[in-house]
Nanobody
Framework: QVQLVESGGGLVQAGESLRLSCAAS????????MLWYRRAPGKERELVAS???????NYADSVKGRFAISRDNAKNTVYLQMNSLKPEDTAVYYC???????????WGQGTQVIVSS
């Protein structure tokens, strides 16, 4: 079992930065693929970024060059550094672990990010 707790969301202006954190409890964190999803109002859930156990990363085209996912296995934590934020980045951001056909096996509760223009 894995529990995920996100933090770091908030209200920022366009062009500013935020760093989201996701603290994981449970076993085998270092061996898990970690993901960040987001759901904007009225839109489908979107996979934003992922990082596997080897540190390989993938990003949605909408955030490439602006967002960076990283992990600290010693702290059981995954991060999402978000730079040059745009109003369209406004969403609830969810940390997740272990990709599955439904997105992921484990989910955090989400953290709200609001970007004002």
């Amino acid at each position: 079992q894995v529990q995920l707790v996100e933090s770091g969301g908030g209200l920022v202006q366009a062009g500013e930065s935020l760093r989201l954190s996701c603290a994981a409890s449970g076993t085998r964190f270092s061996g898990r693929t970690m993901l960040w999803y987001r759901r904007a109002p009225g839109k489908e859930r979107e996979l934003v970024a992922s990082i596997n156990s080897s540190g390989n990363t993938n990003y949605a085209d909408s955030v490439k060059g602006r967002f960076a996912i990283s992990r600290d296995n010693a702290k059981n934590t995954v991060y999402l550094q978000m730079n040059s934020l745009k109003p369209e980045d406004t969403a609830v951001y969810y940390c997740a672990a272990d990709p599955s056909p439904r997105g992921a096996v484990y989910w955090g509760q989400g953290t709200q990010v609001i970007v004002s223009s």
